[in-house]
């Protein structure tokens, strides 16, 4: 399974963007889809992942209520709505792929693709 992250870019605090991770490969839609986060000098941390089929999702308590993931299956498409941005946010986000939730929870994954780069200034 290939991961490909688009969407990123600079915004000012308060505002919105929408990060795109497109899955390809025989097994693309097998596998629950999530984000992660990085920045220097911090841990890697989880941000949101949604079930195969779309029905499960799960956030971390840093973005719930603010960010939002959603996938379309037919063009093995995830997505991560990001609103309410705050500086805390920036960082290089990651798109992973599992088989479960619970492992994407524990920062785990079968595939990750490349990251793309959100700066959100203050």
């Known amino acids: 399974v290939q991961l490909q992250a688009s969407g990123g870019g600079l915004v000012q605090a308060g505002g919105s963007l929408r990060l795109s991770c497109a899955a390809s490969?025989?097994?693309?839609?097998?596998?629950?889809l999530g984000w992660f986060r990085q920045t220097p000098g911090k841990e890697r941390e989880f941000v949101a992942a949604?079930?195969?089929?779309?029905?499960?999702?799960s956030y971390a308590g840093s973005v719930k209520g603010r960010f939002t993931i959603s996938r379309d299956n037919d063009k093995n498409l995830a997505s991560l709505q990001m609103n309410r941005l705050k500086p805390d946010d920036t960082a290089v986000y990651f798109c992973?792929?599992?088989?479960?939730?619970?492992?994407?929870?524990?920062?785990?994954?079968?595939?990750r693709g490349q990251g793309t780069l959100v700066t959100v200034s203050s």
């Open positions: 992973a792929a599992d088989y479960t939730i619970p492992t994407l929870e524990r920062l785990g994954y079968a595939y």
């Open positions: 490969g025989p097994t693309a839609g097998n596998h629950a």
């Open positions: 949604i079930s195969r089929s779309g029905d499960m999702t």
